[in-house]
T-cell receptor
Framework: ETGVTQTPRHLVMGMTNKKSLKCEQHLGHNAMYWYKQSAKKPLELMFVYSLEERVENNSVPSRFSPECPNSSHLFLHLHTLQPEDSALYLC????????????FGEGSRLTVL | QKEVEQDPGPLSVPEGAIVSLNCTYSNSAFQYFMWYRQYSRKGPELLMYTYSSGNKEDGRFTAQVDKSSKYISLFIRDSQPSDSATYLCAMSAWSGYSTLTFGKGTMLLVSP
């Protein structure tokens, strides 16, 4: 148990569906991250939130929409995804954006049909 | 040339073997180096963290950085079946974790 909880753990969706991934951290951290992990590819940073403000968006397509309502919760809203978006989506948190260990959740495995 | 190169494996060794995992990189500005361990169906967890060149030891694990060769290594002594996992190297030019560049990961299998 890392203190970062992701739901759902598995998600299958069609290309026209809308779904959301949820992340909650119980560590009192101020920064939260979404990463994408695809087979045979390095971890890719998607979004960074620091104190609920989005501070980084690494050229992620607009079909991925993050939301950070408070420092403990992070969402990734998904709509009109493509099959190549199938991957493991990892949420992480750290004490601050600039320092401290990254704590990852167990990930949400997404399959787009 | 990719920024960080890491052989994906799998690397299969018998229990008790010394394991060497490696990454090469091209960006000479990298000075913070990390190794993450990722068990199947789990998220990565930080295993070792080193700054600049040199060695760092923690129990059976030793991290080594050679900035002149742009080469980092993780050694595991007396490997155990519980060490079977994917090992990701990661590095950054500064201490901000949002700028980490990851390798693809090496899958390690330690057989009893």
């Amino acid at each position: 148990e890392t203190g970062v909880t992701q739901t759902p753990r598995h998600l299958v969706m069609g290309m026209t569906n809308k779904k959301s991934l949820k992340c909650e951290q119980h560590l009192g951290h101020n920064a939260m991250y979404w990463y994408k992990q695809s087979a045979k590819k390095p971890l890719e940073l998607m979004f960074v939130y620091s104190l609920e403000e989005r501070v980084e968006n690494n050229s992620v397509p607009s079909r991925f929409s993050p939301e950070c309502p408070n420092s403990s919760h992070l969402f990734l809203h998904l709509h009109t995804l493509q099959p190549e978006d199938s991957a493991l989506y990892l949420c992480a948190s750290s004490q601050t954006r600039g320092a401290g260990e990254l704590f990852f959740g167990e990930g949400s495995r997404l399959t787009v049909l | 040339q990719k920024e960080v190169e890491q052989d994906p494996g799998p690397l299969s060794v018998p229990e008790g073997a010394i394991v060497s995992l490696n990454c090469t990189y091209s960006n000479s500005a990298f000075q913070y180096f990390m190794w993450y361990r990722q068990y199947s169906r789990k998220g990565p967890e930080l295993l070792m963290y080193t700054y600049s060149s040199g060695n760092k030891e923690d129990g059976r694990f030793t991290a080594q950085v050679d900035k002149s060769s742009k080469y980092i290594s993780l050694f595991i002594r007396d490997s155990q079946p519980s060490d079977s996992a994917t090992y990701l190297c990661a590095m950054s030019a500064w201490s901000g974790y949002s700028t980490l560049t990851f390798g693809k990961g090496t899958m390690l299998l330690v057989s009893p």
